[in-house]
C-alpha cells in the first residue's frame, strides 16, 4: 500500500498518533493535498493533529473553499494562532478570495499590528507590486557589523520570508542597500556592513504592476526584489515563489484571452458550468456575428461564382490557411511581448521582418497549391492562377495584420492576447475573401 493509501487507511481506523507521527515528517504542500482528498467531516480533525507551524504553512497551500471550511469549524482562539502563524502575503492572498462574512472574523481575531499590516496589503490596487510583497524581511542597519548581523538573523530569522537576502535601511526605513548571506559569510566579523553592502539597487514600487515584477526577475536572475514606497522607503518583499504564482497566473489568463475566453481566476474542476458558459459566450457572440461578414462577401460577388465554380470549392482551404498564417504569428509576436522580447518600438522591425517571412512562406504555398489545381483542373490554367496569387496575397496580408494588431493593443493600454487566433482568423476570412474575389475580377473575363 502506498503512503496515501496507509494515510487513508488511518483515518478510518481513528490512529490519530501514528498519522500525526508520519505528517510530521511529510512536506506541506503533500499534506495539503492529502486533506483534499479527506472527507470534509474529518478533514478538521485532521488538521487539528498538525503542530502549530507545521498547521499554518499547510493551511497557506490549501485551496481556498477548504480554507473557508477549516475557519468555519475552529474556535476564536484556533484562528487567531493560524493567521499569526501566516506569512502576511498568504494571509492576504486568502483574504482577498474569502467571503466577507469569513474575512470580518478572520480580522477581527488577529492582533492589532496584523490587523492593521493585512489592511494595509488590502488597500494596494489589484496586481500591483504591493498586493503581492510580503512585510517578513530582514533590516538591517549599515552601521551593524557581521557579527552583529549574523546575531540579529539568528534571532528574527524565523519568522522570515527568507533570510538569504538581507535589506540595509536606515531609522526612517529608507533601502540603502543590499547584503546576502553569502557576503556575511565571506567577510570578517568585524566588518560594517556600509562597505560590503551593494548600493545598486534594483527594486520595485508598491503600485508597480506585477508583470513588470515578473520581468525584472526574469531580467536579473533574482530571488526576491525589495518593495518601496514613493518616498523609497522599505515595505516589503517578492520573493521567487511568488513570482511563480503570478506567471502561472498571467499565462493562464494570456491562454484563456487567446482562446476566446474570459479570464478567470477559479480552477476548472471549481467552477460551475454557468460560470464556464458565461466565460465562453461573449466572445463567441461576437465571432459568430462578425463571420456574417464572410457570408454578405460571398453574396455579394455571386456572379462571379456562378461563372466559375471552381473558385467557390477553394474558399475553405483559402480561408483556412490565411487564419492559420496570421495564428502563427500573432502567437509568436504576443508570447514574445509577454516574456519582453518585443516591446512597442520594435514595431518596424518585426513588420518588415514578418513582410519577407511571409512572401516566402506565401510563395511557396501558392506555387504548391498551383501545381496541385493545375493537375486537378487542367482546362482552367486562369482559374487555378488567381486561387495561387490569392493564397500568396492572403498569408501576406494575414501574417502582416497578425503582427500590427498586438501592438496596436499594446499602444491602447489592451491586452495584446486579444489578439490572438480567433480574432485574426475572424479578420482574415473577410480579408481574404475580398482579396480573392478582386483578384478574380482583374484576371478572370466576368
Not at 483515518?11 to 479527506?38: G, P, T, Y
Not at 499590528?113 to 488597500?123: G, K, S
Not at 514600487?205 to 514606497?229: A, M, R, W
Request: with cysteine; charged share 25%; aromatic share 8%.
Amino acid at each position: 500500500m502506498n503512503l496515501e493509501g496507509i494515510l487513508h487507511q488511518l483515518v478510518e481506523e481513528k490512529k490519530f498518533r501514528k498519522l500525526r507521527s508520519i505528517l510530521e515528517e511529510m512536506n506541506e504542500v503533500d499534506i495539503a493535498e492529502f486533506l483534499e482528498e479527506v472527507e470534509r467531516d474529518k478533514v478538521v480533525l485532521v488538521f487539528r493533529l498538525l503542530p502549530k507551524e507545521l498547521s499554518a504553512e499547510v493551511f497557506a497551500c490549501l485551496e481556498v473553499d477548504m480554507q473557508e471550511h477549516i475557519i468555519n469549524s475552529m474556535s476564536d482562539y484556533e484562528l487567531q494562532k493560524i493567521v499569526e502563524e501566516l506569512y502576511i502575503d498568504d494571509a492576504v492572498d486568502m483574504l482577498e478570495e474569502l467571503p466577507a462574512t469569513v474575512v470580518r472574523r478572520v480580522l477581527a481575531n488577529a492582533k492589532p499590528d496584523t490587523r492593521a499590516l493585512i489592511n494595509q496589503f488590502l488597500q494596494y490596487p489589484d496586481d500591483s507590486a504591493g498586493s503581492i510583497m510580503t512585510a517578513e524581511y530582514i533590516g538591517l542597519k549599515k552601521n551593524m557589523t557581521v557579527e552583529q548581523s549574523f546575531a540579529y538573523i539568528r534571532k528574527h530569522g524565523v519568522d522570515k520570508e527568507t533570510i538569504y537576502t538581507c535589506f540595509v535601511i536606515d531609522e526612517k526605513r529608507h533601502l540603502e542597500g543590499i547584503v546576502t548571506v553569502k557576503d556575511l559569510l565571506l567577510n570578517d566579523y568585524e566588518t560594517k556592513l556600509e562597505d560590503i553592502m551593494d548600493t545598486n539597487i534594483i527594486q520595485a514600487v508598491t503600485t508597480d504592476d506585477q508583470e513588470t515584477v515578473v520581468e525584472s526577475f526574469n531580467k536579473y536572475d533574482l530571488l526576491s526584489i525589495p518593495v518601496v514606497d514613493h518616498e523609497n522607503r522599505l515595505v516589503g518583499i517578492i520573493t521567487v515563489d511568488d513570482v511563480v504564482d503570478v506567471m502561472e497566473q498571467e499565462a493562464t489568463e494570456d491562454m484563456e484571452k487567446m482562446a476566446a475566453m474570459l479570464p478567470s481566476e477559479k480552477p476548472y474542476l471549481k467552477m460551475s458550468v454557468f460560470e464556464l458558459a458565461k466565460n465562453r459566450i461573449p466572445w463567441l457572440l461576437i465571432l459568430m456575428f462578425t463571420s456574417t461578414i464572410s457570408a454578405l462577401i460571398l453574396e455579394y460577388y455571386g456572379h462571379i461564382t456562378a461563372m466559375f465554380p471552381t473558385l467557390v470549392t477553394c474558399v475553405p482551404m483559402l480561408t483556412a490557411t490565411g487564419g492559420n498564417a496570421g495564428s502563427q504569428t500573432s502567437t509568436t509576436i504576443i508570447r514574445a511581448m509577454s516574456i519582453g522580447d518585443v516591446e512597442i518600438s520594435d514595431i518596424w522591425k518585426v513588420f518588415w521582418k514578418e513582410c519577407r517571412v511571409s512572401l516566402a512562406v506565401g510563395a511557396i504555398l501558392g506555387i504548391a497549391n498551383y501545381i496541385r489545381l493545375i493537375i486537378m483542373y487542367p482546362d482552367e490554367p486562369m482559374v487555378c492562377l488567381v486561387i495561387g496569387l490569392s493564397l500568396i496575397a492572403t498569408v501576406v496580408m494575414a501574417k502582416v495584420l497578425a503582427c500590427v494588431l498586438p501592438f496596436i493593443a499594446k499602444i491602447f493600454k489592451l491586452d495584446p492576447a486579444m489578439m490572438a487566433a480567433p480574432l485574426i482568423s475572424t479578420i482574415v476570412d473577410a480579408l481574404s475573401l475580398v482579396l480573392y474575389f478582386f483578384i478574380a475580377a482583374l484576371l478572370l473575363p466576368v
